[in-house]
């Protein structure tokens, strides 16, 4: 396993934006009777979700969440030497959204910026590029950015993923400072399993075309998607996730030497509410340790971690906390992080 560790760098800011347009997982019934869909809200237990408007990327949800950071903590933007952005729905599919972003917010040009492709895992993986960057003495401050627009992802006539996803961006300020302590990351990957998360057809292995962009039904149960549209294999991405998560968590908890009654916090990835309230069992978690966001804005994929802790510990968060942060999914890649959140500013939610 990738394991890495880091001194004294951290979280200074998080901040984080939804659509306004608020859509009732009960009421999302346009392809499907009001019974089944009711079966399916009630095991997966979201309840809500934000879809974007059509001319809202996950950039601008970003862009709202950065400059209410930048602007309440008073950062001095000539100070932002580093801009990651990560998603897997960018505006473009050239230039890097990331540069886009830097002229957009008013960042120098020195300021280095670039995207990360990878998914669910996505914000720890961002996490640990900015604090190896961090490293060098010369940065003083990083902006990791992590949006995503994943209600245009799924068929909404599929039934296997048609109440899952939402939208949502974020943004973290990342400095130096003694004060964070050290901080653990585990990094994991197995591509022998990328069918089970994916997008056939779209990219240039499998370029668009008039068929890939065809409806078909897909199973026995009459699930409709077309090629460009993402699909799930539900069954095996939840065997996979229950053996793998679990081992990483413990596995990460021993490399750090921290016992898990030392954590405040656990931050799972928000997959479904079944997954979490299992992983929560298995390893033997206080639910009150457990914060969900997943009710009120479902499955964000990578922007899932930080909309959790700017929606639901800003009341509990004391001075000084130790979180373990989990994310999983698409690649399939999975991470976990051990770290210090000290005096971080949490900026209230934004809607646009």
Not at 120 to 136: H, R
Not at 252 to 270: M, R, S
Request: aromatic residues 10%; hydrophobic residues 40%; proline residues 3%.
């Amino acid at each position: 396993m990738a394991y890495l560790k880091f001194q004294n760098i951290g979280i200074s800011g998080l901040a984080a934006a939804v659509p306004a347009r608020v859509i009732d997982n009960y009421k999302y019934t346009e392809h499907f009777d009001e019974e089944s869909v009711k079966e399916v809200v009630d095991k997966i237990g979201i309840k809500e979700r934000r879809f974007a408007d059509p001319d809202t990327c996950a950039s601008d949800l970003c862009f709202t969440a950065a400059e209410k950071l930048l602007r309440e903590m008073e950062v001095d933007r000539e100070e932002i030497d580093l801009l990651v952005f990560i998603s897997q729905t960018p505006d473009y599919k050239m230039p890097a959204t990331g540069i886009i972003l830097q002229h957009r917010l008013g960042l120098p040009k020195s300021t280095i910026a670039f995207d990360i492709n990878i998914g669910c895992s996505g914000f720890l993986y961002g996490l640990t590029t900015v604090y190896s960057y961090m490293l060098q003495q010369g940065f003083r401050k990083a902006l990791l950015l992590d949006g995503e627009t994943r209600s245009r992802v799924y068929s909404p006539k599929d039934r296997n993923t048609a109440f899952l996803f939402g939208d949502a961006g974020a943004a973290a300020i990342i400095e130096r400072d003694e004060k964070y302590g050290e901080s653990f990351f585990s990094l994991n990957s197995d591509g022998a399993r990328e069918d089970l998360i994916k997008i056939d057809a779209g990219g240039y292995r499998n370029p668009s075309s008039i068929e890939s962009l065809k409806e078909k039904v897909v199973d026995e149960y009459g699930n409709i998607r077309n090629d460009e549209h993402a699909h799930m294999n539900g069954a095996d991405v939840f065997n996979f996730l229950i053996r793998e998560v679990p081992r990483d968590v413990k596995n990460t908890l021993e490399y750090a030497e921290i016992g898990k009654n030392l954590i405040d916090f656990f931050v799972f990835h928000q997959a479904n509410d079944y997954i979490n309230s299992y992983l929560a069992k298995k390893l033997k978690l206080d639910k009150e340790k457990v914060p969900m966001s997943i009710e009120k804005f479902g499955n964000t994929s990578s922007v899932s971690i930080p909309l959790t802790i700017a929606s639901e510990l800003p009341d509990k968060l004391k001075e000084n906390n130790k979180l373990l942060l989990c994310g999983f999914g698409v690649g399939l890649s999975w991470a976990t992080a051990i770290l210090n959140l000290n005096q971080c500013h949490i900026s209230d939610i934004s809607e646009i």
